[in-house]
């Protein structure tokens, strides 16, 4: 699992090894890393346990909420899982 910016940070690593029970979804994985990281949590999840919509989780790549089955897809065993927190700015204001 890999971690970027402000979330990288928190879990003091660029990728963490959690090992998951066969059959694990995007959303139980996501619980699971909050569980060990629990700085993580607020950064992740709403006060309504859901995962924040500035939050992006990538499965191989792909944005987890445009999976066929959202954040309920069954994980693989070869699968890729990326953490990103919300980014904003860029080079420059345009100004």
Known sequence: MSFYATLRQIVGSK????PVAS?????????EVAARYPRLRPE???ED???LPHV???VNGRDAPYLRH???TVLGPDDT???FPPVAGGAGSGR
Not at 15 to 18: G, K, L, M, N, Q
Not at 23 to 31: C, E, K, M, P, S
């Open 15 to 18: 990728t963490v090894d959690i």
């Open 23 to 31: 059959g694990i979804t995007v959303r139980a994985l996501i619980d």
């Open 49 to 51: 346990g859901n995962l």
């Open 44 to 46: 992740l999840l709403g």
């Open 70 to 72: 959202g954040l309920e």
């Open 81 to 83: 899982f990326a953490l």
């Open 56 to 58: 992006h989780v990538l």
